[in-house]
């Protein structure tokens, strides 16, 4: 009987153990049911502090029940529904604090959820939520707000490139002025599925104004003011897009130098013609090697390309014993087509600087390590999703594109450039005053706008 007692008084210790192990998860439920009874009285004063300011002309008609997801679990609320002069339906309390119709999240929980599926896949966001949080959303919710964030993003960047280049709209002006720009960009290959082609290229750039040492005994340095630009459709021209988003940071008509690094990719060149005082620099890294791999001692070739020494280079790559290998044959022929673009800029400039370079290690782990490491594949559009909203994480800009976005104020911009429709058949003056207001307005020296007027005034005569 006493050996009974014994292992029945072990039995119960080692349940009360179990459960008393269990302290903080019991802890946490109950100050997430503390935090919503709060969160339930303190929307309650915020509807009602709005309904004693709301417009005279709309009629308050009752109340209606939401239910949204926070960082402490489900709240259910009642907020008020008004009916203005025009016959529509408004709840200020959602157009108060920036919530979409049919969210199911609060725009910060959103932006948690979005700014960590830039870093893993959704099934593990989704877990990650049930373990840290009050909330639990699916996957596929998880999926769904990533989407509809990207889907805010990329919208609002055609809108603005159409608006530069389809209608001749000004930029938006900025102050920043710079007296150099770096610029680096490269692509990543990921993999498709449930696609014709079976990889796809991710292109994306960075640009900053130089380097600041980090503290320590070893030499690091860290990017001055670096922002992203990564492409998230391919309508919108790479550098255009590039520069329509850096010009909302920089004044980009006023550096005397842009450097423009990268590898030997077609359309790297292309920021050549976007921005006109640019200079072309090849990645060193990928020439070093090409010339490692296309001569023996071909480090005498990278020394000369980089100097700008294209005779000596060229009379170096005759003289010295070239590899006879298919990978050596590729080799050469990469050096000899980049070899004005090999040259370092920092010879062509009084300006001090560091070398390019950073780009790898900035794309490995802003994009390959959530896209192309982790052996996913991916659609098009769900890749290009992807990019843009690792690009909007990296700058910081995350969190107003998970709130509701406010309908923009119509405003005059002039005539369109279009043909009059028949409705404007009277109007031939009018028509012929047409004109685009970037074209004259403050930011008239801007590359985009410079690019827009080659488009629009043809340098070559009419038939």
Not at 31 to 43: E, M
Not at 383 to 412: D, F, H, Y
Not at 416 to 423: D, E, G, M, R
Request: proline share 4%; glycine share 8%; net charge positive.
């Amino acid at each position: 009987m006493g050996n009974i007692s014994i292992t029945q008084e072990l039995r119960r210790e080692n349940v009360n153990k179990s459960k008393d192990c269990e302290w903080e998860q019991e802890c946490y439920q109950e100050g997430c049911v503390v935090a919503q009874q709060k969160a339930v009285n303190r929307l309650r004063e915020i509807d009602e502090r709005l309904f004693q300011n709301h417009p005279v002309s709309w009629e308050d008609h009752g109340f209606k029940e939401r239910t949204i997801a926070t960082r402490f679990g489900e709240l259910t609320i009642s907020r008020r529904i008004y009916r203005d002069e025009k016959g529509s339906y408004h709840y200020l309390l959602d157009d108060y604090l920036g919530w979409s119709p049919h969210q199911v999240a609060t725009p910060s929980l959103q932006e948690s959820l979005v700014q960590l599926a830039t870093q893993v896949p959704f099934r593990q966001v989704s877990k990650t939520l049930e373990k840290l949080t009050g909330s639990v959303l699916s996957t596929s919710t998880v999926y769904r707000l990533f989407q509809k964030t990207a889907k805010a993003a990329t919208e609002k960047e055609r809108e603005d490139w159409q608006a530069l280049f389809g209608r001749g709209e000004s930029p938006p002006g900025v102050e920043k002025k710079v007296p150099i720009l770096y610029a680096e960009s490269d692509g990543v290959w990921i993999h498709l599925q449930r696609e014709k082609q079976q990889h796809y290229e991710i292109k994306n750039a960075i640009a900053y104004e130089g380097w600041k040492r980090l503290s320590g005994k070893e030499e690091r340095y860290s990017l001055v003011n670096k922002r992203v630009y990564c492409q998230a459709n391919e309508a919108i021209p790479f550098w255009e897009g590039a520069s329509l988003e850096w010009s909302r940071f920089w004044d980009l008509s006023y550096p005397d130098w842009i450097i423009i690094g990268g590898d030997g990719a077609d359309w790297i060149d292309g920021g050549i013609s976007e921005f006109p005082k640019s200079v072309r620099q090849l990645d060193g890294f990928h020439l070093a090697r090409a010339c490692g791999q296309g001569w023996q001692e071909g480090g005498a070739i990278y020394q000369a390309i980089r100097a700008g020494e294209t005779g000596e280079a060229r009379s170096l790559m005759h003289k010295l014993i070239s590899r006879e290998d298919t990978i050596a044959q590729k080799a050469r022929r990469y050096v000899e087509r980049n070899l004005e673009k090999g040259r370092d800029w920092r010879t062509q400039s009084d300006e001090e600087g560091r070398g390019l370079g950073t780009m790898e290690s900035n794309e490995d782990k802003l994009v390959a390590n959530r896209m192309k490491k982790r052996g996913l594949s991916w659609r098009i559009e769900g890749g290009s999703m992807m990019a843009k909203v690792i690009q909007l994480v990296a700058n910081g800009e995350i969190k107003p594109w998970c709130m509701r976005q406010q309908p923009s104020i119509p405003t005059e911009t002039g005539i369109a450039l279009h043909a009059p429709s028949k409705s404007t058949t009277n109007c031939h003056q009018k028509w012929l005053e047409a004109n685009i207001p970037a074209l004259i307005g403050p930011n008239a020296s801007r590359p985009c706008v410079k690019k827009l007027r080659n488009l629009v005034h043809n340098s070559y005569p009419l038939n």
